[in-house]
T-cell receptor, first 109, second 118 residues
């Protein structure tokens, strides 16, 4: 049983396309994180949100608490966006994060 | 700021050997954690700490030991390495403000240690 499910597992896009990565979770949460794992392995935090929407540059993250769903959007995708994008949730009352298995994005020039 | 540092980057062990993976952060974060990442699985929590002198088990603690004598350092010890411990290990840290355990806040990850146990 996985508390966090991401889709798609793999995604290939042409440069300039609009990208959507989805995250669904099965538990009540206090917060949801979107992370980016570079091809070299390093992991960086993109967003942390508990409601609504956040935007940073070409990246937009939304969350619908009632539907237990979050999306990460990338506008005007670029080859440097190629990475694994990971969704993680902070379950209410839990003391750790539950991670999805990630979405591998490849953006072709 | 160096952020979160981990050493070594790569390590090969024989079954039964012990070793310590080092993790340090210079951001004065209270919350530190160790994860392992295996193919086809999400990151899984091994152990975590909410401050110096306080540690607790995560999802997959067996075969690992931790201590937190200072705010900066959070080493992970493999007591007797097994092939099942072959994995990539990440250390992470965050502020605890806004939540009891720091998971509510932005997580800062180290570069990872790739461990192979033969």
């Amino acid at each position: 049983k996985n508390e966090v499910e991401q889709s798609p597992q793999n995604l290939t896009a042409q440069e300039g396309e609009f990208i959507t990565i989805n995250c669904s979770y099965s538990v009540g949460i206090s917060a949801l994180h979107w992370l980016q794992q570079h091809p070299g392995g390093g992991i960086v935090s993109l967003f942390m949100l508990s409601s609504g929407k956040k935007k940073h540059g070409r990246l937009i993250a939304t969350i619908n608490i009632q539907e237990k769903h979050s999306s990460l959007h990338i506008t005007a995708s670029h080859p440097r966006d190629s990475a694994v994008y990971i969704c993680a949730v902070q379950a209410t009352g839990a003391n750790n994060l539950f991670f999805g298995t990630g979405t591998r994005l490849t953006v072709i020039p | 700021n160096a952020g979160v540092t981990q050493t070594p980057k790569f390590q090969v062990l024989k079954t039964g050997q012990s070793m310590t993976l080092q993790c340090a952060q210079d951001m004065n974060h209270e919350y530190m954690s160790w994860y392992r990442q295996d193919p086809g699985m999400g990151l899984r929590l091994i152990h975590y700490s909410v401050g110096a002198g306080i540690t607790d088990q995560g999802e997959v603690p067996n075969g690992y030991n931790v201590s937190r004598s200072t705010t900066e350092d959070f080493p992970l010890r493999l007591l007797s390495a097994a092939p099942s411990q072959t994995s990539v290990y990440f250390c992470a840290s965050s502020y605890s403000g806004g939540g009891a355990f720091g998971s509510y806040n932005e997580q800062f990850f180290g570069p990872g240690t790739r461990l192979t146990v033969l």
